[in-house]
């Protein structure tokens, strides 16, 4: 999962055609360092459908502001710049949960662009 450090990067990369999802993580979060042992896994599992992209929301600040942000981890999926849907909630989110969201956002990603 590549790491979005700056404004420019986040843009290119959610301004793509392909389906980008934003992870928005901090150091100091422990649900966000639960994450870290299976997202590789998971990256990779999805890498011909979708690409990953971490977002770390003290290191870019203003697109976290922009976006509404308001819990992590977030995950944030984009296509043509446009938001196609959000796993957003207060619980510790499980690799199930995450896998079954990349593919309902895929379902939602491949009906727009048949």
Known sequence: MQKVTSRAEFD????SPRLTVAVFKADW??????????MPEIDKRF???????EVDVEEVEDI???LNILG???FV????????????????K?????????N?????YRSIHK
């Open 12 to 15: 290119v990369s959610t301004q």
């Open 29 to 38: 979060c422990s649900d966000c360092k639960f994450l870290d042992p299976f």
């Open 47 to 53: 890498a011909n459908d979708l690409t990953l992209v």
């Open 64 to 66: 976290s502001q922009d």
């Open 72 to 74: 992590i981890p977030s």
């Open 77 to 92: 999926a984009f296509s043509d710049g446009r938001e196609l849907s959000r796993f957003v909630n207060k619980n510790r």
């Open 94 to 102: 499980s690799r199930e949960e995450i896998e079954e969201y990349l």
């Open 104 to 108: 309902n956002t895929l379902e939602i």
